[in-house]
């Protein structure tokens, strides 16, 4: 399935092409609303994009990729395309992630950290089941810069 993103959205968003250039951006973005900067671990990314007026992101990779996170255990599932709208704190609508509970992949629509903070994110299914794991887990040291 592609994603169709309207002529009016891509004209109002900022698009990058570029495997480099998309992991920075979706980096910075996920500092931005305030989530940890591990949590779209996505590899070969071809496209993003993300219209801030709205709040809709797209990520497109070449192909699907499957991530385990090694603090909490879980493998999650990228589609080549994932889709989502976001705000401080907040993904909602989220398409294209999949999280392995036992044998089972569970669709994820939503992913939220607590205000006031509580050292949790929440993840949430179309149903309504979530489950929370410490941030911790999804956050990426990034290397220190020594200034001169």
Known sequence: MSVVVGEEVRQRAEVYHGDEICQVKSKELLKEIALPNGLLPLKDVEECG???ESGFVWLKQKKSFTHKFDKIGKLVSY???VTAHVEK???????GVKSKEFLLWITLSDIYV???PTHNITFKTPAGLSR?????????EEPQINEL
């Open 114 to 116: 607590d205000d006031p």
């Open 50 to 52: 993300y219209d801030r």
């Open 132 to 140: 929370q794991y410490p941030i911790s887990a999804f956050q990426i």
């Open 89 to 95: 704190g907040k993904i909602s609508k989220l398409t």
């Open 79 to 81: 589609a080549p395309e």
